[in-house]
């Protein structure tokens, strides 16, 4: 099959840099639904525009490109084995090319493969079908989303909700609540897949098989399409919004499937998916290897990139800031505030700040900006580091160890995705620093703010987690965690458990 490498190749480029239509309607759609000039609104159209920046730039939608999972259908004599070491290969050059980040990690040792190979990656399931083509679909799910799965063993207490049974209603209730437990942090407005049934290992792949399914289909099963429905209506009156700043849209699409269980197993498989929903398909020549028609890419959907201005006729406040950045301005700032960075700021991520805690800073982080990112670099001939994609990673990781940091190296400015927690709250109002919320997967919009790659430490961490220092202009972000105790995580935590609270009675019966 001489095109195969060349048409894997294509398969993952364009899964990683160029959203399908389907999805692209959904975040169109949520964008009009929300009110003219809110902080979802904004955030909206910054990921449309990213979205289109990706695509004509030919990089990575974001930044974390996942564990690459390839779904294979072959007919009968198809070598598979000459299929996976072609996708081995075809992996390694996207990782090479930028399309890819370098994300396969030893779990033993933390050592960075480099090139996404390792054992268990990528993850590639096989199984024969009928037809004559090579069916192949491909979805990059990266770790922030990933991490906010969620699996119930029935019947369970629910917070908010109460008591799940071994019914239509518990499952009605498992998925709400996993929709709830997301907040922000896996960069809703989101997707879910839901596996009704198997055992813990089944359960889950049923869950993430799901999203293979396109947005706006309809479930075959009668029950399931009215359950699926009923999510996706009540899902979006929790408040929770777009990277849980609040807002109208918290999910953006649902899909359940079911599988036959044991009588003394009753599993709720939920796999959560960012809107940076990256799953492509296509059928492949079973001679050649030459792809014969992509799966998810029937039509052109361009996106809504427009910014309305704000019915209310009060001002969002703007604050310009230049790194490093004193206590005074720091103190002066309040949540909603939009902060504008220039000057230097520096990437750090679950390895730095472990390491921090018992080391000392390779640079000054004095008045500085620590970024929770790991970038997509590449080093050209004349061996200088580009930026091809750095959107923010989620930040609840480094609640152990944040607050410490802040307090110990005089750090002035936090920015990530998603909040963090009390402990880190605490220390923002004890030394006088803030957390900023950048745009989760907006990973071109962001790597358009950095003018220069003015250095890197602690390479030995591989490149996504080594500290990188970069010289940006115009990095806006939003301040959602204060130096006065304010944080609108926890506000929307809160008014999301209560509207919760209000589907704790039997629906389905």
């Not at 809110?38 to 695509?55: C, D, G, H, K, Y």
């Not at 019947?155 to 499952?171: H, V």
């Not at 197993?265 to 050649?288: E, P």
């Not at 936090?414 to 919320?437: D, F, Q, R, S």
């Amino acid at each position: 099959m001489e095109k195969l490498n060349e048409s894997l190749l294509e398969l993952i480029t364009e899964t990683s840099t160029n959203l399908p239509p389907d999805v692209r309607r959904a975040i169109n759609e949520a964008k009009r639904k929300e009110d003219a000039g809110t902080r979802s609104a904004l955030s909206l159209s910054t990921i449309a525009t990213n979205i289109t920046m990706a695509e004509e730039n030919v990089s990575p939608i974001c930044q974390d490109t996942g564990m690459p999972t390839f779904e294979i259908k072959t007919p009968v004599g198809v070598n598979q084995i000459t299929i996976k070491k072609a996708i081995h290969e075809a992996v390694a050059k996207a990782t090479k090319l930028g399309k890819l980040r370098t994300n396969s990690v030893d779990s033993l040792t933390g050592e960075n493969t480099g090139d996404n190979l390792g054992p268990g990656t990528p993850v590639i399931h096989f199984e024969q079908w009928e037809e004559e083509d090579i069916e192949i679909r491909l979805i990059l799910k990266g770790g922030g989303c990933e991490n906010k799965n969620i699996q119930y063993s029935l019947p369970c207490e629910l917070e908010g909700l109460g008591k799940a049974g071994r019914d239509l209603d518990g499952i009605r209730k498992c998925i709400l609540h996993a929709v709830y437990q997301a907040q922000g942090q896996g960069c809703s407005a989101g997707f879910i897949g839901v596996g009704i049934g198997g055992d813990r290992t089944s359960g889950y792949a049923l869950a993430k098989h799901q999203l293979f399914r396109r947005v706006d289909d309809v479930n075959p099963n009668p029950k399931l399409a009215e359950l699926e429905a009923y999510i996706m209506d009540k899902a979006n009156e929790l408040g929770i919004g777009t990277m849980g700043f609040g807002g109208n849209t918290t999910l953006l699409g649902c899909k359940i499937g079911v599988e036959n269980r044991l009588p003394a197993s009753f599993f709720v498989s939920v796999a959560y998916n960012c809107w940076a929903f990256r799953r492509q398909g296509v059928r492949l020549d079973a001679k050649t290897g030459e792809i014969k028609q992509y799966l998810y890419k029937d039509e052109v959907v361009p996106m809504d990139t427009s910014a309305a201005e704000p019915a209310s006729t009060q001002e969002r406040r703007e604050v310009v800031l230049q790194a490093p950045i004193s206590e005074e301005q720091i103190r002066s700032l309040k949540v909603g505030d939009v902060v504008i960075i220039n000057g230097l700021m520096h990437t750090g991520r679950d390895a730095l700040h472990k390491y921090l805690m018992d080391h000392d800073s390779p640079v000054d982080l004095n008045g500085g900006v620590i970024y929770h990112c790991g970038p997509v670099m590449l080093k050209d001939e004349a061996g200088e580091w580009h930026v091809k994609a750095a959107g923010p990673t989620t930040s609840i990781r480094e609640e152990p160890y944040q607050g410490d940091i802040i307090k110990k190296f005089g750090i002035r400015a936090v920015i990530g995705k998603g909040g963090m927690g009390p402990k880190t709250l605490k220390a923002l109002e004890e030394h006088g620093a803030v957390y900023l919320n950048a745009i989760g997967g907006a990973a071109q919009y962001y790597a358009d703010c950095i003018e220069k790659v003015e250095g890197v430490d602690l390479m030995e961490f591989g490149i996504p987690e080594a500290m990188w220092h970069l010289r940006v202009k115009g990095f806006a972000a939003i301040v959602t965690m204060d130096a006065h105790g304010n944080s609108l995580h926890a506000d929307v935590d809160k008014s999301s458990k209560e509207k919760l609270a209000q589907f704790a009675e039997p629906v389905f019966q």
